[in-house]
């Protein structure tokens, strides 16, 4: 077997673990596997050991492989998760099944005009900036019901949920991770549309299993997977 199956599989009996600990179903967590700056190639052997969820970082680096020859037309599920300027969303519009990093009411706008011109539903998440780290994109905890108001209103996209990167400290990161769960209950006291509010894509290698005791649904691991970038 190859390193990418056998890390697939240790991650996901961790997962399973973990759930069976606090009495979660592993089927209501989604493991993406994080393949930035890591070659098509390999990324091709996360794809033949079953691994469906790929997430990507950067729009050019992306699209590299999403039109490769190891990768595509294949039935991968692209989410998007690196910082995301509203010039670039037009590239990747119609190539994603989740976009994960929204940070700003303009980029949300872009990509609503977008989709309706394409004529589907892009589904996205609002990335807040939990730790407050001046270095994170993310609309702060404070702004963050305020601005999601006016998205609501937006054709042609669905709110699915947050996401959140943590701090490295693992203390921070379990409170971080709480905070986003509690901003999503407020979220779906205000939204027309709460039963679709069902995402929190939080925890990553160092940190899933607090992502997953705190109620996370989507996970992003690149480095336990993939290896050290
Ligand atoms: C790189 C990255 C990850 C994966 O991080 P690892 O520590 O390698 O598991 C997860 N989420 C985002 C937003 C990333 O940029």
């Not at 077997?1 to 996901?12: F, G, V």
């Not at 690196?82 to 980029?107: A, E, M």
């Not at 963050?144 to 959140?164: A, C, H, Q, V, Y």
């Not at 894509?201 to 299993?209: E, I, K, R, V």
Request: hydrophobic content about 35%.
């Amino acid at each position: 077997m190859p390193d990418i199956a056998i890390n697939l599989k240790r991650i996901s009996d961790e997962i399973r673990a973990t759930c069976n600990r606090i009495g979660r179903d592993p089927g209501d967590i989604t493991l993406i596997a994080v393949s930035k700056t890591k070659s098509s190639a390999l990324v091709r052997e996360a794809f033949d050991a079953g691994q469906r969820d790929l997430g990507e970082s950067y729009v050019q680096e992306f699209l590299e492989k999403y039109s490769s020859d190891h990768l595509s037309g294949l039935p991968i599920r692209w989410h998007f998760i690196g910082h995301l300027q509203s010039n670039k969303v037009k590239d990747i519009v119609d190539k994603t099944y989740l976009i994960h990093s929204i940070d700003k009411l303009k980029t949300a706008e872009e990509l609503s005009k977008l989709a309706s011109r394409k004529n589907l539903t892009a589904d996205y998440l609002i990335e807040v900036n939990t730790s407050g780290e001046a270095t994170k994109f993310g609309l702060s905890p404070e702004t963050l019901l305020l601005e999601t108001s006016r998205l609501f209103t937006l054709p042609n996209i669905r709110l699915k949920g947050l996401m959140t990167i943590a701090s490295p400290d693992r203390n921070k990161a379990r409170k971080e991770f709480r905070l986003l769960g509690e901003l999503l209950e407020k979220l779906r006291e205000t939204s027309p549309d709460p039963s679709s509010l069902t995402e929190l894509s939080m925890g990553m290698s160092q940190d899933f299993d607090i992502a997953i005791e705190e109620g996370a649904t989507i996970i992003r691991i690149g480095t336990a997977i993939f290896g050290s970038r």
